[in-house]
């Protein structure tokens, strides 16, 4: 199974949810399972906020080698359970990618769900929401700009309502993905198709809350440059 996390800005709730279940899939010995995060304002490029790299360590997992990475159609389409932070962020992943509402949920959605009705599937759970109905307090908010107690606390929800969810359902379904291996180059100059213009933000003593405020405004990719 290949689960997709989505938050915001993807420095902080989802990759703590993706370093999490490639955890989990190493303890537990399952390399079908795999993940991959991506927000849908990302700050394209920047590292995991650092605060929240420490949660991560504490919980057991790594957070080396993270870059965020700003939500495509593509991830969602390989994804065989998205699970997104807020209610929100689940209804603009939905619109990326019309079709995909079966395999699309909130966190805490999904694992009250599986908790509530025994489902153990994608499929069961899309079907047992139909009766279950409004999920109390389904969002997970984001931390970033509060203290560090407050990134704490979201890695502690975090993983209380992602590992029970895990074991709950049937890993072995659905799909397995590995990163694709970069292609040859082609010697033949292409043109290329163009892209959404990126904000470059100078280093500044806050560049995350800086970062977070230009992608929230333009709704473009942000990226971090020294």
Not at 88 to 107: A, K, N, P, V, Y
Not at 136 to 161: K, M, Q
Not at 204 to 221: E, F, G, K, V
Request: glycine share 6%.
């Amino acid at each position: 199974m290949h689960v997709l996390f989505v938050c915001s800005g993807n420095v902080c709730r989802s990759p703590i949810a993706e370093r999490l279940t490639r955890a989990y899939a190493l303890a537990h010995d399952l390399p079908h399972l795999t993940a991959e995060s991506a927000g849908v304002r990302a700050l394209v490029g920047f590292p995991i906020e650092p605060v929240a790299a420490r949660v991560i360590e504490g919980l057991g997992a790594s957070a080396d080698g993270f870059r965020a990475r700003r939500l495509h159609p593509e991830m969602i389409k390989r994804a065989d359970l998205v699970l997104a932070m807020t209610e929100q962020i689940r209804d603009r992943s939905m619109e990326l990618l019309l079709g995909t509402s079966h395999c699309t949920f909130t966190l805490r959605e999904a694992r009250r769900i599986a908790a509530a009705t025994g489902a153990r599937t994608v499929a069961e759970l899309a079907v047992a929401r139909r009766d279950y109905g409004t999920v109390e307090e389904p969002n997970i908010s984001d931390p970033v700009g509060l203290a560090e107690s407050a990134f704490t606390e979201v890695g502690d929800r975090i993983a209380a309502e992602l590992i029970p969810l895990l074991d709950a359902l049937d890993l072995g379904s659905g799909t397995t993905w590995s990163p694709e291996p970069e292609a040859e180059p082609d010697p033949r100059p292409e043109p290329e198709p163009p892209l959404p213009p990126v904000v470059h933000l100078p280093l500044s003593p806050r560049p995350l809350i800086a970062a977070r405020a230009a992608s929230s405004i333009l709704d473009y990719p942000v990226s971090w440059t020294r």
